[in-house]
């Protein structure tokens, strides 16, 4: 069974730092590029950051631009978000989600079941 | 950025009757190889979000037929012929002609009266 698990979400003080790491099973993690895509309490959905299969095309959102940083290990089947300098903003769902049988232009097909971050004092 | 626009942001349907849903972008969806990556999402309540449809109007794997999908340019809309029990939740349009910088509408609710 294709699966995405997510987890290291919890509570952070503002400026604080957090990873997530999202866990890949019943299909080639290795050959497949990846999302982060949040979505803040009540509200719609944000794309966060994408990686490619090999990590060498790597995007971010602008408003996450110089503080989060996405990674992958695929030896491990695992995709990584290092947030730093969080912000109240950054509260949200992380869902990791990828193109398993779509494409990049189509959008993502295959979701997990997130991991809640709140960045509050 | 590309704005996506929905409307209405919730929609009360009978059981058996049609929804439709609109979505703007606020520049043209037309990619540069001719083709419109324009998608729609469903988020049941409690659950992630799940592809309907991509290139405006091609179902995905799995995707009811009463679900389609129309538009061109910047004006797109989801229609659902026949609203059943479990189409309760929120749909979402996406754009990814744009790609990596995926944008999303706001969302529109969709319940039962």
């Known amino acids: 069974e294709v699966q995405l698990v997510e987890s290291g979400g919890g509570l952070v003080q503002p400026g604080g730092s957090l990873r997530l790491s999202c866990a890949a099973s019943?299909?080639?993690?290795?050959?497949?590029?990846m999302n982060w895509v949040r979505q803040a309490p009540g509200k719609g959905l944000e794309w966060v950051s994408y990686?490619?299969?090999?990590?060498?095309?790597?995007y971010y959102a602008d408003s996450v631009k110089g503080r989060f940083t996405i990674s992958r290990d695929n030896a491990k089947n695992s995709l990584y978000l290092q947030m730093n300098s969080l912000r109240a903003e950054d509260t949200a769902v992380y869902y990791c989600?990828?193109?398993?049988?779509?494409?990049?232009?189509?959008?993502?097909?295959?979701w997990g079941q997130g991991t809640t971050v709140t960045v509050s004092s | 950025d590309v704005v996506m626009t929905q409307t209405p942001l919730s929609s009360p349907v009978t059981l058996g009757q049609p929804a439709s849903i609109s979505c703007r972008s606020s520049?043209?969806?037309?990619?540069?190889?001719?083709?419109?990556?324009l998608s729609w999402l469903q988020q049941r309540p409690g659950q992630p979000p799940r592809l309907l449809i991509y290139?405006?109007?091609n179902r995905f794997s799995g995707v009811p037929d009463r679900f389609s999908g129309s538009g061109a340019g910047t004006d797109f809309t989801l229609k659902i012929s026949r609203v059943e029990a479990e189409d309760v939740g929120v749909y979402y349009c996406m754009q990814a002609t744009q790609f990596p910088q995926y944008t999303f509408g706001q969302g529109t609710k969709l319940e039962i009266k």
């Open positions: 290139k405006i109007s």
């Open positions: 990686i490619s299969s090999s990590s060498s095309t790597i």
């Open positions: 989600a990828t193109f398993l049988y779509s494409s990049v232009l189509y959008g993502m097909d295959v």
């Open positions: 019943g299909f080639t993690f290795s050959t497949y590029n």
């Open positions: 520049q043209s969806l037309v990619h540069s190889d001719g083709n419109t990556y």
